[in-house]
């Protein structure tokens, strides 16, 4: 092509480059497109719960919609920078640019799109296994199977989580054992100020608020641990606000339930009947 069908301003020239840069961002964002979808499944939070690999799934699909876009801003500045930089010699202005209609309608439309796609994916996403995040008292998104859920109280108070079992008497232990394969109802709640139960590896963030009952829903996998933290600043002591739950065989579970019955059986008269929220006080519990 010869160098006075190239004199910048051109519409040859505009052709020129803009196929050019075009097939640089295509090639790009092939390139990068099977590396995320490799590492996508591998990022955290992982597939302890159907909820867990929803979310996986979900920030795989909005990185591969985002790269491309990245791919075509980084790329643009690049190309713009080497492509069009003026040398030494050139004096004065450039010729008049006066944009591109067909370009300016095609990235609204293109923008657009990818904007409202992401939001109906995003809104079906949500509904159809229920939320991890807590939905208050009223659950709008509700998992299939909900109605028979094991429901877990989880109560938080200044500095720990405690964990009650309704299903079993309404005992209350220290720690957190979940049978496998279950679907979770989790009724998050405060005694005093406002926390967060956040078991990460579950999916699972619910803010514990005093004299209100925060649920969520959690449909477990095979056994293993997760960390639980505080995720609200809480106080002196937030920061050691942890604990490590467990996920173990439904037949692990009722036995360590039938022990955890028979070793808080004498303290079990001091509290109150089960409840979605108790009085603000700890103190008050008992009474």
């Known amino acids: 092509m010869s160098s006075e069908l190239l004199q910048p301003g051109t519409v040859t020239d505009q052709r020129f480059h803009g196929r050019r840069f075009v097939v640089c961002w295509l090639v790009l964002s092939a390139l990068m497109m099977p590396l995320l ?3 996508g499944p591998r990022q955290p939070p992982g597939h302890a719960t159907v909820q867990s690999s929803e979310q996986v799934f979900d920030n795989t699909v909005l990185i591969a919609v985002v790269t491309p876009v990245l791919v075509f801003v980084v790329l643009f500045v690049v190309y713009i920078l080497v492509a069009f930089r003026a040398g030494a010699e050139t004096a004065g202005d450039g010729p008049a640019d006066r944009g591109s ?3 300016q309608v095609l990235w609204i439309v293109a923008t657009t799109a990818v904007m409202c ?5 995003g809104s079906y996403e949500l ?3 229920g939320a991890g995040g807590g939905q208050g ?8 199977g909900h109605a028979h859920a094991l429901s877990v109280q989880v109560i938080a108070q200044q500095w720990q989580f405690t ?3 309704p299903t079993y008497g309404g005992v209350e232990t220290p720690q957190l054992e979940l049978p496998a394969d279950t679907l979770i109802e989790f009724h998050v709640t405060s005694l005093d100020v406002v926390h967060s139960f956040w078991a990460y590896q579950l999916s699972v963030k ?3 608020n005093p004299g209100s009952d925060n649920i969520a829903f959690a449909q477990l996998k095979g056994p293993q641990s997760f960390q639980i933290r505080c995720a609200e600043v809480c106080g002196l002591w937030h920061g050691y606000m942890f604990d490590t739950g467990q996920v173990v065989p439904r037949t692990q579970f009722v036995a360590w339930i039938a022990r955890e019955r028979k ?3 004498p303290v079990e008269r001091y509290l109150p009947p089960y409840a979605t929220s108790y009085l603000p006080e700890p103190v008050d519990r008992g009474g």
């Open 101 to 103: 209609h067909g370009i």
């Open 117 to 121: 796609g992401l939001g109906a994916f």
């Open 163 to 165: 964990y009650r079992y």
């Open 37 to 39: 979808w490799y590492l």
């Open 137 to 144: 008292p009223s659950a709008a998104f509700l998992p299939a």
């Open 127 to 129: 509904v159809k296994d």
């Open 206 to 208: 619910a803010d514990a």
């Open 263 to 265: 070793l808080y059986a």
